[in-house]
């Protein structure tokens, strides 16, 4: 194949979400294919280094005073996202516990948006990127269990996933990034919306009130909660920690709910 066609070449964040950049984009994923960024997506953002706050000793610190440290949040928490659904449409049962069609295609695109969310993230941050996490494979196992415990994780990180951006959003400094954000945390719902119907049979379950406030707003929550129920999962064999908390106060969080 020739290095034209192994590659991918985007002028802006917005060029990825196109119609025909996605398919192309996806595409490459199957052939081992990269994706450049022509100018950097974090020009206007600021280099500003903070003590720790987190563990010193960790292996991936998220300096959240900026927008490449919010951007590696973003792409530590979408690492997790693509893990999962690659673990689950990879199992050498998946055509077995999921018999309805349908649902093997909802997971498969969910799969396919997350992974282009993490390669996207991965290439845009460059050498200011985390490193790729290491995660329990016992743990991984167990969330891929059957169907049902499948369905029951996808919305629990789904619902963190939309928490996660809506609280981070604030912290963004340059507007462009805001957009990238606004673009990928819209996608984020209605993987949310698709999975909570998948489990749901009334069709209530897509936009409950533990969801979605009686002002119509969805949840929020700040880095620090999202990190905290990541931790509680025991999923995430890579310590992660914060050198540098968000400029920004704090807000109240509507916490994202585990699924029952």
Known sequence: MSERSSSLLIESPEDLWRASTRRSFLRLLGVGGTIALAPTLFAACSDSK????????????LDLSNDVGIFNYAYALEQ????????????SNFSTLFT?????????????????????????LGSSAIPTLALSSTTVAALIADRATILKNAQSFEDLGVAAYNGAGK?????????????????????????????????????????VNANGLDVKMEPSAVLARVGSLNLVT???????????????????????
């Open 50 to 61: 903070g003590t720790i706050t987190g563990p010193s000793n960790a292996q991936a610190q």
């Open 80 to 91: 997790l996202e693509a893990a999962f659904y690659s673990a689950v449409v990879g199992a």
């Open 100 to 124: 309805d069609a349908k649902e093997r295609e909802l997971l498969t695109d969910i799969r396919n948006h997350e992974v282009a969310h993490r390669e996207f993230l991965k290439q845009a």
């Open 171 to 211: 912290q963004l400094k340059d507007a462009r990034n805001l957009l990238v954000a606004g673009k990928i945390v819209s996608v984020e719902a209605r993987h949310a919306a698709a999975i909570r119907d998948a489990r749901d049979t009334t069709g209530r379950a897509f936009a409950g009130d533990d969801v």
């Open 238 to 260: 890579t310590t992660i920690g914060i050198s540098k908390q968000p400029t920004d106060a704090a807000t109240a969080d509507m916490a994202a709910p585990v699924a029952s």
